[in-house]
């Protein structure tokens, strides 16, 4: 089977250059290969995943990150609001056409129009749609299409508008009460995945940085995962893959966890020592098998795994690799390594080069770097 990642050894430089320029590149790319559109066709609505939305949401947080930074003439908060024009979505944009997690397009619209405007009454709006999906069983209770994406919106909602938070608390507790009442083997296309996007890590992640005092009910869920982990430092994607643990990217394997751990870790005072341990042996399998052969992005590919490093000389390393010089290079090189994978998504914000090279860029000095669309909030 072709191996996923490759080697680059030093004198590979694992000098990054200057972060600053990168950023306003990437964020220039978006703008003028992603414009803001009067309308949208349907097909581009896939909520804070892809399309205009998740656009907006990034720009939103790269104006409260450096409120300093034009581009193309323009301070992000303008291109914010640009891609969130009324109207642009058209008049029938179904509820729950994608699930009720972050791929829906109705409610993470809605959720962003509330942190780019801040009004209470779009809060209302909101939160009177996550109210009707809330009867319906069938949805999942992963991050993508399901319940733990709800309470991530609902979180960003009452991060970004002062004063949110009587009117999405009782919508939080509702929907925790019922993933919880659902796990803890909570399962996606009838399979147990344990990964960040998809799986029970994501789950609890959002359980419990929504509501902090759920931990101890997690807890024991968390120490099962934390027995999950392999010899080699990665987690299998699913339970029914057993030892086949191949995966070493945000969405399934050792970056996810890192992540979430490193999250987590304040609200589990008596598993510091067990999160320590586990956080070292993956991110050494994200040292030895992270330098992934798929194009740069946080789900699929390098920028992710990068910000599951300590900041220093091993997330440089990747970073290096990541730049926009050191990709087209590599590709000049051999045309089959960094091939796109966004699932043919025109912009998605966390699997396309350009969005996920803006966040990076953003936090990656950051001493505990947070993922977009997950720890960010």
């Known amino acids: 089977m072709e191996q996923r990642y490759f080697t680059i050894d030093p004198p590979h430089p694992a000098t990054i250059g200057d972060t600053d320029q990168y950023l306003k590149a990437a964020l220039e790319d978006i703008v003028a290969n992603?414009?803001?559109?009067?309308?949208?066709?349907?097909?581009?609505?896939h909520g804070l995943w892809s399309g205009p939305t998740g656009m907006a949401y990034l720009l939103l947080q790269v104006s409260a990150h450096r409120p300093d930074l034009t581009i193309a003439s323009h301070p992000a908060i303008h291109w914010a609001r640009g891609y969130m024009?009324?109207?642009?979505?058209?008049?029938?944009?179904?509820?729950?056409?994608?699930?009720?997690?972050?791929?829906?397009?109705?409610?993470?619209?809605?959720?962003?129009?509330?942190?780019v405007f801040g009004s209470l009454s779009d809060v209302r709006q909101f939160v009177s749609s996550v109210a009707q999906l809330m009867p319906v069983e069938d949805y999942p209770d992963e991050m993508l299409y399901g319940r733990a994406?709800?309470?991530?919106?609902?979180?960003?909602?009452?991060?970004?508008?002062?004063?949110?938070?009587?009117?999405?608390?009782?919508a939080i507790a509702e929907i925790s009460n019922t993933i919880l009442n659902r796990g803890p083997r909570w399962k996606w296309h009838d399979r147990h995945y344990l990964g960040a996007v998809h799986g029970d890590i994501g789950i609890i992640t959002q359980l419990v940085l929504t509501t902090p005092s759920l931990a101890p009910q997690v807890q024991?869920?968390?120490?099962?995962?934390?027995?999950m982990q392999q010899h080699d430092g990665n987690w299998p994607s699913s339970e029914e893959s057993g030892s086949g643990g191949r995966?070493?990217?945000f969405c399934h394997g050792a970056p996810g966890f890192v992540l979430s751990l490193a999250a987590l870790r304040p609200h589990f005072p008596n598993l510091h020592h067990r999160f320590d341990a586990a956080v070292r042996?993956?991110?050494?399998?994200?040292?030895?098998?992270?330098?992934?052969?798929?194009?740069p992005s946080l789900c699929h590919g390098i920028f992710g795994n990068a910000l599951a490093l300590a900041p220093g000389p091993e997330r440089d390393r990747f970073l290096a690799?990541?730049?926009?010089?050191?990709?087209?290079?590599?590709k000049r090189s051999d045309p089959a390594v960094f091939e796109?994978?966004?699932?043919?998504?025109?912009?998605?914000?966390?699997?396309?080069?350009?969005p996920s090279a803006a966040w990076t860029w953003l936090v990656c000095q950051e001493e505990d770097a947070k993922m977009l669309i997950y720890t960010d909030v």
């Open 34 to 45: 992603y414009p803001p559109r009067s309308r949208y066709p349907h097909e581009a609505l």
């Open 321 to 330: 690799v990541a730049t926009p010089g050191s990709v087209a290079a590599i």
């Open 340 to 354: 796109r994978a966004d699932y043919g998504r025109s912009c998605s914000t966390t699997a396309s080069y350009a």
């Open 85 to 115: 024009a009324p109207g642009s979505r058209g008049h029938n944009l179904g509820l729950g056409s994608h699930g009720c997690g972050i791929g829906d397009e109705k409610l993470a619209y809605e959720a962003v129009t509330c942190a």
């Open 281 to 295: 042996r993956a991110r050494e399998c994200v040292r030895l098998r992270g330098m992934l052969k798929k194009e």
């Open 247 to 249: 995966l070493v990217q």
């Open 220 to 227: 024991p869920a968390v120490e099962r995962l934390l027995g």
């Open 149 to 170: 994406g709800t309470l991530y919106l609902l979180r960003l909602v009452r991060r970004w508008v002062a004063g949110s938070n009587t009117l999405v608390d009782p």
